[in-house]
């Protein structure tokens, strides 16, 4: 078969087009590239980890971390999993360092009992829309779970305790990556030993209080709990009162006595009954039972065949200073900055 000199030119163009092209691409090296559904690809062309909305679910379901958090750290390891969580965790670590200062006065109590030993814990946060959060109640049960079967009320030990492989503290830390706002195991308070009685009462989870006694039983124990949330007893009895408590209180009332202008045995006599009756309002077996205002709390303890011993009431950011916003001062601060 003939070719035409038209025909043969074309075909010797092509093939010297193709020889350089090939020629060229010899003395070319492949780059690295990024494909943004699979992430990092080497320059053998090879996957050194993809990156892909199911990795970034599987890191954020492992680690809690948000979206954009788990496909940054994946993108900066490479796609691997492991490392990926482990640069998670150093950044919330650093999260965590940076709110530790911030307020966190709102949380929760929890408390756990066992036979012989009750415990409870305050778990601080920022907000009390945290307080109600999934995953801070969550962390809560932890901690409590775990506090209940240490030794001793110390913040220390209870937050190196492991609990599902880690320990309470770095879960913490996770957590205030996670939730966004300074998170706090703050005090704990437990009661109980061999051959006592004891129980627990929480109040709209921010009022908590523990109580032992001798004899009776737990709903015992959680009858007097609740009479101590509501009234606020300083001391279970007169033997828990501190002398200088009482010196004090009677310094003050013989002031007052002696301003009335009576005789000075009629003033001693006036100050040493008021004595009695600030000791009755301050201490727990002397007040009005308030389930049954008929019976002093001791009276309801001997009905039941019990002996007090001694309480804990804690409630939620007690102590802690509030910073308290002042909305006007805020607006003229603003409208100052505006003018400036």
């Known amino acids: 078969i003939l070719l035409s000199p038209i025909t043969t030119t074309m075909k010797f163009a092509c093939t010297v087009i193709l020889s350089a092209i090939t020629l060229a691409s010899s003395f070319i090296q492949p780059t690295p590239s990024f494909n943004g559904r699979s992430g990092v690809v080497s320059s053998t062309g090879l996957f050194m980890g993809e990156v892909t909305p199911k990795t970034i679910k599987e890191l954020r379901e492992a680690t809690g971390a948000g979206m954009m958090d788990c496909k940054k750290a994946l993108l900066e390891t490479d796609g691997d999993q ?3 969580a482990e640069y998670l965790r150093k950044k919330g670590l650093a999260k965590a360092d940076k709110k530790a200062s911030r307020i966190a ?3 929760k109590i929890i408390v756990s009992v066992k036979p012989n030993k009750a415990v409870m814990v305050e778990v601080n946060c920022e907000t009390d829309f945290v307080a109600k959060d999934g995953n801070f109640l969550g962390f809560c049960d932890k901690v409590a779970g775990a506090a209940i079967n240490i030794d001793g009320d110390d913040i220390g030990t209870l937050m190196s305790t492991e609990v599902d492989g880690e320990t309470l503290e770095s879960t913490r830390q996770a957590m205030v990556a996670k939730i966004g706002e300074n998170i706090q195991v703050r005090r704990i308070a437990s009661r109980g030993k061999e051959g006592s009685t004891v129980g627990a009462y929480v109040h709209m989870n921010r009022i908590g209080v523990l109580v032992e006694v001798e004899g009776g039983d737990e709903s015992v124990c959680t009858d007097v709990a609740m009479h101590i949330a509501a009234m606020n007893p300083q001391f279970a009895t007169v033997d828990e009162v501190p002398a200088e408590v009482v010196d004090k209180e009677r310094k003050i009332l013989a002031d007052q006595a002696r301003d009335s202008g009576k005789p000075a045995e009629i003033v001693e006599k006036m100050v040493e009954g008021r004595v009695r009756k600030y000791l ?9 039972y308030v389930k049954d205002s008929s019976m002093t709390v001791g009276k309801y303890l001997e009905s039941k065949g019990a002996k007090m011993i001694g309480f804990s009431r804690i409630a939620v950011g007690e102590g802690i200073e509030k910073k308290e916003d002042d909305f006007a001062a805020e607006v003229a601060k603003m409208a100052s900055g505006k003018s400036s």
């Open 82 to 84: 492991e490392a990926a």
């Open 105 to 107: 006065a709102e949380g």
């Open 280 to 288: 009755e309002e301050i201490c727990l077996v002397s007040q009005s």
